[in-house]
């Protein structure tokens, strides 16, 4: 069963916990049996051999006394001797009269026998009582001969008894008492050993708990949790050899996995290692791309201001043009006009038109030069596109690449990004520059019809 550490460590402190709870538990419950024990013995046991003794004594100081009531012959002494026989007597009857109730109120095993103890020694007491009381008087009385006679007729033999019945009784409550504290002891080394053996349970259970733990966590860890720190360490600073301790880590402990952890860096960084290189000979392949672009570029330029001078020429052609046509329109006017001014005026206007004639023929060539040109240029800008078209393709997959690579290759995949809005940009350039130029071949080849149309006419 996979108990986590901290259940582990629950139980191990829970169960001791428990143990010491349920010997204190044990040892209060004792200590009250044993306490309510001492106080059935101190109030019950002991309390009535104390009555007991204290009634025998006053028996005995009655009895004195009424001897000594009778051997006394001053008056002072004869009174203070008959309040001491009154005394003892009342002493005797409330000692009697305790010891009753407290012989009622038990209920020990051998309540019944104490019970009977009692009932001699109140037997006694019945007619030993009269007898001492007669004794008084009569030595009150000045009868002296005959309390002598009563004492040692009636008196010392029931006195003798009483005391018997007292010592029976209190040899009997001393046997209890003896009983009790031998049960008492018996049921305290009973306790005792018990107590003893649920703290030996308690103790050997914390150890064999402890041990155990000890063991499942340094099989959880595989190491020393010193070395396995050091361990962590040094695969945090970039230590990539083998640690020691490695081989001897059980399969699935932090050790072990801290080895497969370094294991698998390892192999990531030779990855990354290979992506970057990768990335780095198509990042060279890339920037000669863009050179190649960027001189296609360049030729483009130079090919577009060729396109324009040309036109620029054309323009200043078809200026010439109308200017000529213009002062031959004039000069045909004027002909007709001063048709008859002369010979002279006529061949003037035929040289013009050959002139004119000549003009056309040289902006048909230049136009032809124009529209040739222009397909030339068309012929450049396909490169352009092709040009940029894999430039297009080679920054995507540059970016590609730089995206596995992941933050190591971020830069290359802003370089990438630029390059692909460098090549969508040349190639939109590129369309735009092949509309124009297409413009210009139509308008190339109209005026070139339009002239060719005009040498016809001046020809003819």
């Known amino acids: 069963m ?3 550490v901290k259940l582990k460590l629950g139980l191990s402190f829970a169960a001791p916990t428990l143990i010491v709870l349920l010997v204190s538990a044990l040892a209060i419950v004792e200590l009250a049996k044993f306490n309510r024990a001492f106080s059935d013995y101190v109030e019950g046991v002991n309390a009535r051999e104390e009555l007991a003794s204290a009634l025998l004594i006053a028996a005995q100081r009655r009895a004195v006394a009424a001897r000594n009531l009778v051997l006394v012959t001053s008056e002072a002494d004869l009174k203070l001797e008959h309040a001491a026989v009154l005394d003892a007597h009342r002493d005797v009857q409330t000692h009697l009269g305790d010891l009753k109730t407290a012989v009622a109120r038990s209920t020990s095993a051998d309540a019944n026998e104490e019970k009977q103890l009692f009932a001699e020694i109140a037997r006694v007491e019945s007619l030993y009582g009269p007898v001492a009381l007669d004794i008084v008087e009569r030595a009150v009385a000045g009868q002296r001969e005959e309390a002598i006679v009563r004492i040692n007729q009636d008196c010392i033999p029931l006195l003798r008894q ?7 009784y209190m040899h009997h409550s001393r046997e209890a008492a003896n009983a009790e504290v031998e049960a008492e002891r018996a049921t305290y080394e009973t306790q005792r050993n018990l107590m003893i053996g649920v703290c030996v349970i308690a103790v050997l259970l914390a150890l064999g708990l402890g041990i155990g733990i000890v063991r499942s966590l340094l099989r959880t ?3 020393e949790p010193l070395d396995l720190s050091a361990a962590a360490r040094r695969v945090a600073s970039g230590d990539m050899r083998n640690m020691p301790g490695i081989e001897q880590a059980p399969a699935g402990s932090v050790m072990a996995s ?3 952890m370094q294991r698998s860096l390892g192999e990531l960084i030779g990855q990354v290692r290979r992506s970057a290189e990768t990335i780095s000979s198509a990042a060279e392949e890339l920037s000669q791309s863009t050179e190649q672009a960027s001189a296609g570029v360049i030729s483009q330029k130079l090919e577009v201001d060729q ?3 040309a036109i620029h020429q ?3 052609t078809v200026l010439e043009v109308a200017r000529n046509s213009e002062e031959a329109a004039s000069a045909a006017i004027s002909a007709d006009q001063q048709a008859q001014t002369g010979e002279a005026t006529a061949r003037q206007a035929v040289v013009q038109i050959k002139q004119l004639a000549d003009e056309v023929d040289k902006s048909s060539a230049a136009m032809a030069r124009l529209k040739n040109e222009s397909e030339r240029i068309g012929g450049v800008l396909d490169v352009i596109k092709s040009v940029a078209d894999q430039t297009n393709l080679l920054a995507l997959n540059a970016a590609i690449e730089a995206a596995r690579a992941g933050d190591a290759g971020r830069g290359f995949a802003v370089v990438a990004d630029e390059v692909r809005t460098l090549a969508r940009r040349t190639q939109d350039a ?6 124009l130029i297409e413009g210009l071949q139509r308008i190339a080849e109209e005026s070139a019809n339009t002239m060719q149309g005009c040498s016809e006419l001046t020809a003819s």
């Open 258 to 260: 801290l080895g497969e």
């Open 314 to 316: 054309m323009a200043a």
């Open 162 to 168: 009483l005391l018997a019945a007292g010592e029976a």
């Open 430 to 435: 590129t369309v735009e520059i092949q509309s």
């Open 2 to 4: 996979n108990l986590t």
């Open 221 to 223: 860890l595989g190491a």
């Open 307 to 309: 396109v324009a001078t």
